[in-house]
């Protein structure tokens, strides 16, 4: 079966703190997503990356970035953490090209305080 | 891009009850659809996906959804549900490049006894 694994269940940082979320995956998967989960708004993309190095915006950016240095992992960094980015993160992976189904992760519920 | 939009936010439903939740895209190019659900404290599974051929797909769990280009629609259906079904349900589109993967807001389905 196909593994996403997110380091952390529950996070609890502090305004202005840097913070890492990490997600590795075990199925050689090229493509990788960062969502945010936020009730009422669905799943929004943050960043997607299609291969190592490579990272691509998604919808909501800003205040992220991301790191991909190895195919497995898929790291999201907020910079300064605020509080409006308290929610649950969610990391996925899916193989490249014709339409395929994402892996996701079991979330990471980050609060900013 | 594409975009994604379920009307209902909540659907209640007494258990043996049909129900169908709605889904409607956009996009300026081919489309690949899918449904997600999400039970409470888990991760997202993919209950069907849509790519081509017949417009009525079915999933697991008995459920189906139907493709209609001239409506862009995706609507889930399932005859009669039951306790176990209540869940938050995701309609999802990818763009045929394999790539940009967008969640609509969700809509969490009640069933009740």
């Known amino acids: 079966d196909v593994k996403v694994t997110q380091s952390s269940r529950y996070l609890v940082k502090r305004t202005g703190e840097k913070v890492f979320l990490e997600c590795v995956q075990d199925?050689?998967?090229?493509?990788m997503f960062w969502y945010r989960q936020d009730p009422g708004l669905g799943l929004r993309l943050i960043y997607f990356?299609?291969?190592?190095?490579?990272?691509e915006k998604g919808d909501i950016p800003e205040g992220y970035s991301v790191s991909r240095e190895k195919k497995e992992r898929f790291s999201l960094i907020l910079e300064s953490a605020s509080t409006n980015q308290t929610s649950m993160y969610l990391c996925?992976?899916?193989?490249?090209?014709?339409?395929?189904?994402?892996?996701f992760g079991s979330g990471t519920q980050l609060s900013v305080l | 891009a594409q975009s994604v939009t379920q009307l209902d936010s909540q659907v209640p439903v007494f258990e043996e009850a049909p129900v169908e939740l709605r889904c409607n895209y956009s996009?300026?190019?081919?489309?690949?659809l899918f449904w997600y659900v999400q039970y409470p404290n888990q991760g997202l599974q993919l209950l069907l996906k849509?790519?081509?051929?017949?417009?009525l797909v079915k999933g697991i769990n008995g459920f189906e959804a139907e493709f209609n280009k001239s409506q862009t629609s995706f609507h889930l259906r399932k005859p009669s549900v039951h306790i176990s079904d209540t869940a938050e349900y995701f309609c999802?589109?990818?763009?045929?490049?394999?790539?940009?993967?967008?969640f609509g807001p969700g809509t969490r389905l009640s069933v009740l006894p």
């Open positions: 199925m050689d998967h090229e493509n």
């Open positions: 990356s299609y291969d190592v190095k490579m990272k």
């Open positions: 999802a589109a990818q763009n045929n490049y394999g790539q940009n993967f967008v």
């Open positions: 849509y790519l081509s051929g017949s417009t």
């Open positions: 996925a992976s899916s193989r490249q090209g014709r339409p395929e189904k994402l892996f």
């Open positions: 996009s300026s190019v081919s489309v690949y």
